[in-house]
């Protein structure tokens, strides 16, 4: 019996050929961000008023954190801002990321945005408009 065809990890095949694919302009994803912004802001004005300073900074990231990082690593693959703008999360593969890559991409914008938000800004001149944070986890914007 031959048993070098058989391994652990399934095949992993593009879901999209490199000449189909359109990426997130930077509009698009500021956009995506004000919207997913001004969901998030009720929840952490309610929280400001109820809690102390630096309470309500550490739970405001943790409510970010939590709904960009379940969102984008759901089958929708998007936060509700990047779904209303026709946008997605994949990695290389077009495949869904894991809640562990969803989350090290969120951590990420903040080392985008520490250096002066270049990072963020990178997309504006790389081939497939990854930011910073992008290249970090892997991921890439899609138009879904």
């Not at 869904?96 to 001149?125: D, E, H, P, Q, T």
Request: charged share 15%; aromatic share 14%; with cysteine.
């Amino acid at each position: 019996m031959d048993y070098q065809n058989y391994t652990s990890e399934p095949p992993t095949t593009d879901l999209f050929p490199q000449h189909n694919i359109v990426y997130g302009s930077f509009w698009e994803r500021f956009a995506a961000a004000l919207l997913d912004g001004f969901i998030l802001i009720i929840p952490t004005y309610i929280l400001q008023y109820m809690m102390d300073n630096i309470s309500s900074y550490m739970v405001s990231i943790l409510i970010n954190w939590l709904y960009s990082a379940f969102l984008e690593s759901s089958e929708n693959q998007a936060t509700l801002g990047k779904r209303a703008l026709g946008l997605k999360v994949t990695d290389m593969n077009g495949q869904r990321i894991s809640f562990a890559n969803a989350s090290g991409r969120f951590f990420g914008k903040y080392v985008s945005a520490i250096i002066l938000c270049i990072g963020y800004l990178m997309m504006l001149w790389d081939d497939k408009k990854q930011t910073l944070h992008d290249k970090m986890a892997g991921t890439l914007v899609v138009k879904s």
